[in-house]
């Protein structure tokens, strides 16, 4: 079971395969050909238990990574909880030689916890990486498939917009593959809008 993986210098954290999208474009659809992020290896057998998390960090050269990514096959935050006191346990352990932290999301921490979770990143994380994805909630919501349907889209909207004031760094990503110029253009501006940074990814065909 692959608690810690590293990728270009990051250790990267697989804590839950759950998720309340199917985003077309996941790279969990893919198959085994040689990328970390389509190895059967990153589908847990079960949920490893908080424990089992810090055994597997301990078992590595915390100091030595450029950066800890909380990712994997899920969204993280469905193990916030776990992931906070993971955190709390890292920075105790290794204080200012701990590198950055940061969380991959789509965004629905708050719908997928039921409250507001924004104040409790403070001091813990150093940057949200969050799914933008599309310039509006229909296409959103047939990109990404959320169970919760279209508010998603607002919800992971509102979250970026009350994030920005706990944590340092707050980027939003979209994907290039299938967007105009337009959509782009517009992606920019929700992003400058909400006063974060847009990143715009390439599409990896797995």
Known sequence: M?????????????????????????????KAQGS?????SLWLEREPTRQEALG?????????????VFCGYGEPTYRL???????????????????PIRINTNGHANLIN???VCPELKGRIDTLSISLNSDNAKDYTDLCHPVQGEEAYQAMLDF?????????????TIVDKDKT??????CKQIAADLGVTLRIRSFIDS
């Open 2 to 30: 692959t608690i810690t993986y590293e990728y270009e210098g990051a250790l990267y954290v697989n804590l839950t395969n759950k998720c309340n999208c199917n985003c077309e474009f996941c790279l969990r659809h893919g």
């Open 36 to 40: 970390i992020y389509t190895e059967d």
């Open 56 to 68: 597997s960090f301990l078992s590595r050269d915390i100091p030595s990574y450029r950066e800890i």
């Open 81 to 99: 909880n776990d992931l906070l006191w993971l955190v709390d346990e890292l920075k105790a352990l290794y204080g200012e030689k701990l590198p």
């Open 114 to 116: 039921g409250r507001d």
């Open 160 to 172: 970026a917009d009350e994030a920005k004031h706990y944590v340092p760094h707050v980027v939003m």
């Open 181 to 186: 110029p337009q959509e782009i253009e517009h």
